[in-house]
Structure formats: structure tokens, C-alpha cells
């Protein structure tokens, strides 16, 4: 009976090597047919190697222009940046001179209000003294005259009466 039992046992171990074997030449057919192999050769390891060398010396350069560009933005934008503060320094110094330049102008201003208002006096007292001047002139003329007349009356009596006459 053992002997039985263990051709039974032999049967099933085989039955089941057969069953297992079976099922892992199917696995592999469906596994060839439904999914492509995923296998390199050493030429496929080799391209990719360089590809990647080449895209890190790519990257590499990149990397170096980038880092130029960045330095050479960092000069423009601190050469800038100083433009920009003393442009402000400038308008500040400039908005300055304006406050006192609008400052000066107003006291100018004022002051030719004030040396309007004297012109105007001065000119009404220019005038009033040209007047005078001009009435003074007239009375001299007039005792001129008259002074002319008298002296006339004066040599007529004077050689009348016989007296030397001063011409």
C-alpha cells in the first residue's frame, strides 16, 4: 500500500509539474503577445549613456549662459539702481530749488506789488511837480515880461528926465 500510495503521490507531483509547466509556457506566450519585451542591448545602454552625457553638457551650458546672463543683469540692474538714486537725489535737490525759487518769486512778486503802488505815487508826484514846474515857468515868463516892460518904463522916465541910461 505504500507502494501505491506512492506512485499515486509520484502521479500527482508529475500531473502537477505537467499542469505548472503548462501554465508558465502559456503565461509566456501571452506575456510575448500582449506586452513588448523591455530588453536592452548593450548598444541601446551605450546611445542612451551618451544621450545622457550630451543633454548634461547641455544642461551644463545652460546652466554656465545662465549664470553669465544673471551676473551681467545683476551689473545692469546695480549700474540702474545707482541711476535711479541719484536721479532721485537730483529731483529732491531740484524739487528744492523750485520751493525756493516759488519762494523768491512770491517776495518778488509782493515786493513789485509794493513798487507798483510806490511807481504810482511817484508818478502822480512827478506829475504834480512837472504841473508846478510847468505853472512856475509861466510866472517867470510872465515876470519877465513884466520885468521887461518895467525896465522899458524905467530907460523911457530915465532919458525923459535926462538920466543915463544903463545900456
Known amino acids: 500500500m505504500n507502494q501505491i500510495k506512492a506512485v499515486v503521490w509520484g502521479a500527482a507531483l508529475v500531473l502537477l509539474a505537467l499542469i505548472g509547466g503548462t501554465g508558465w509556457l502559456l503565461y509566456e506566450r501571452i506575456e510575448s503577445t500582449v ?33 553669465a546672463y544673471i551676473e551681467q543683469n545683476d551689473k545692469k540692474v546695480a549700474a540702474l539702481s545707482e541711476r535711479v538714486g541719484k536721479s532721485e537725489k537730483e529731483i529732491g535737490d531740484l524739487q528744492g530749488e523750485v520751493s525756493t525759487l516759488k519762494s523768491e518769486m512770491k517776495q518778488v512778486k509782493e515786493k513789485g506789488e509794493a513798487n507798483a503802488a510806490s511807481i504810482k505815487d511817484l508818478q502822480d508826484q512827478i506829475a504834480e511837480k512837472e504841473k508846478r514846474i510847468a505853472d512856475l515857468e509861466k510866472e517867470r515868463d510872465k515876470t519877465k ?16 528926465l535926462g538920466l543915463k541910461s544903463p545900456n
Do not use: C, F, M, Y
Request: proline letters at 2%; hydrophobic letters at 30%.
Open 35 to 67: 506586452a513588448p519585451k523591455d530588453t536592452a542591448t548593450k548598444d541601446d545602454i551605450k546611445r542612451v549613456e551618451l544621450k545622457t552625457k550630451q543633454l548634461d553638457q547641455e544642461v551644463n551650458d545652460v546652466k554656465s549662459e545662465l549664470k
Open 145 to 160: 515880461q513884466e520885468l521887461q516892460s518895467l525896465q522899458k518904463d524905467i530907460d523911457e522916465i530915465k532919458k525923459a
